[in-house]
Nanobody
Framework: QVQLVESGGGLVQAGGSLRLSCAAS????????MAWYRQAPGKQRELVAR???????NYADSVKGRFTISRDNAKNTLYLQMNSLKPEDTAVYYC????????WGQGTQVTVSS
């Protein structure tokens, strides 16, 4: 059974940092591309960052230079380091595994106050 469990969200002031984690099970983590998406109220879910099985990364223009996606294959864990947070980063952040069409975590709320 595939499970993706996000953690690390919370309330932070603008300019602050958060580190999100996604613990994966039920997949061969090391061979799957992984991604972080986010969905703000009233908006569609959007891709934030993606990392391939070999470590190639892609970022949305809105977060490039501020966010860093990484993975620890030994721990089956995906990370998103978020620095210089802005109020517009407020959203529910979701972990996604590119396996069998994609699996989603339950999401973790990130709220950035101004």
């Amino acid at each position: 059974q595939v499970q993706l469990v996000e953690s690390g969200g919370g309330l932070v002031q603008a300019g602050g940092s958060l580190r999100l984690s996604c613990a994966a099970s039920g997949i061969i983590f090391s061979v799957n591309a992984m991604a972080w998406y986010r969905q703000a109220p009233g908006k569609q879910r959007e891709l934030v960052a993606r990392i391939t099985s070999i470590g190639t990364t892609n970022y949305a223009d809105s977060v490039k230079g501020r966010f860093t996606i990484s993975r620890d294959n030994a721990k089956n864990t995906l990370y998103l380091q978020m620095n210089s947070l802005k109020p517009e980063d407020t959203a529910v952040y979701y972990c996604r595994a590119d396996s069998r069409g994609g699996y989603w975590g339950q999401g973790t709320q990130v709220t950035v106050s101004s």
